[in-house]
């Protein structure tokens, strides 16, 4: 396969590594980026995901909690310009569009876009998204949304920076108090920034885990600091980087950011807030949208610059 230097831009803009680094990764997974991205990471050259979706875009990320704190709901709703991002004509939109979304039976996006709109039954929620086009001067898009519920506790909601995160938090909890909703809020701020990608090891399967350890052990392998040393040594830091990356990803494994100690895990914060309650309570989901994430902004003459060095 062709490698071109618009593959190579995304594979840079994505892992932070040089284009050279990226090209041969490139060629050694036939044009793969998921190969690519795993091939870079085993040489070392890169925290892949950590990295990944740094491009940003324009618009909100928004969330809505019903009144009695059962359901959430976020969406995302894309503009052209910072400028049009921060009207008030768009945000009360984005609003809407929100509460649309929270009261939705919809799975997926293009059934929702079919919705009759609440606030006008001769339109869909496309045809809407098209006046407000009209209406705003700008191209638009609703991107994605989320539900989230709670039956047995409570929903709680988290925006950052006027709507560069939105974050929802679910919690079963055997009481909902101020006390609750005040260490919910605050889980939902570790989310929004520490991004975990999973509430506790238990929802991680072992393919995944297997998986790193074939990467962390190759990375180990290639590592000058290893040369000569013996297969159990190697494991040892294989598994001492897994435990590291589980505490990285795991929302309950993480420290928490506002401990005093500097030490107490988000699940040891809320096994303290229930005690001090009386409560039972665990965390069973979250969602995380960063506004923009995965799109590029706009296209620069780039994709010439890697051509150039590449020799194309």
Same mark, same amino acid.
């Given at each position: 396969m062709a490698i071109t230097a618009q593959m190579v831009k995304d594979l840079r803009e994505m892992t932070g590594c040089g284009m050279l680094d990226? =090209? =041969?990764?490139?060629? $050694?997974? @036939? #044009?793969?980026? !998921?190969?690519?991205?795993? %091939?870079?990471?085993?040489k070392g050259l890169a925290g892949a995901q950590k990295k990944a979706g740094r491009i940003t875009a324009e618009g909100v990320s928004f969330t809505m909690i019903s009144k009695d704190l059962k359901n959430g709901v976020v969406v995302e709703v894309n503009s052209e310009t910072d400028f049009v991002s921060? +009207?008030?004509? %768009?945000?009360?939109y984005v609003s809407q569009v929100a509460e649309q979304a929270i009261d939705s039976n919809s799975k997926n996006l293009d059934d929702f &876009? +079919?919705?009759?709109?609440? %606030? !006008? +039954? $001769?339109?869909?929620?496309?045809d809407e998204l098209s006046s407000q086009i009209s209406v705003i001067g700008e191209n638009l898009s609703i991107r994605r949304f989320e539900k989230v519920s709670s039956p047995n506790g409570l929903v709680f909601d988290y925006v950052h920076a006027g709507g560069k995160i939105g974050v929802l938090v679910a919690v079963e909890s055997s009481v909902v108090n101020d006390a609750i909703k005040e260490m919910t809020k605050h889980i939902a701020m570790q989310v929004a920034s520490m991004k975990p990608k999973y509430v506790s090891?238990?929802?991680?399967?072992?393919?995944?885990? @297997?998986?790193?350890?074939?990467? &962390?052990?190759?990375?180990?392998?290639?590592?000058?600091k290893n040369a000569g040393k013996p297969d159990a040594i190697?494991?040892?830091?294989?598994? *001492? *980087? &897994? +435990?590291?990356?589980?505490?990285?990803?795991?929302? @309950? @494994?993480?420290?928490?950011?506002?401990?005093?100690? #500097?030490?107490?895990?988000?699940?040891?914060y809320v096994q303290t807030v229930g005690k001090e309650n009386n409560a039972n309570i665990k965390i069973t989901k979250f969602v995380r949208f960063e506004t923009g994430e995965g799109i590029e902004k706009k296209q620069e003459d780039f994709a010439a610059e890697v051509a150039k060095q590449m020799g194309n």
């Open positions: 990226c =090209k =041969k990764a490139l060629e $050694s997974s @036939n #044009g793969d980026i !998921d190969a690519a991205i795993e %091939f870079l990471r085993k921060k +009207n008030e004509k %768009f945000r009360a &876009l +079919n919705e009759k709109w609440k %606030f !006008d +039954n $001769s339109k869909t929620v496309k090891e238990s929802e991680i399967d072992e393919d995944y885990k @297997n998986k790193e350890r074939e990467i &962390l052990l190759e990375k180990a392998k290639n590592d000058p190697l494991q040892k830091v294989v598994e *001492g *980087g &897994l +435990n590291k990356e589980l505490k990285e990803v795991c929302l @309950n @494994n993480q420290v928490y950011i506002m401990a005093e100690d #500097g030490k107490q895990t988000i699940e040891q």
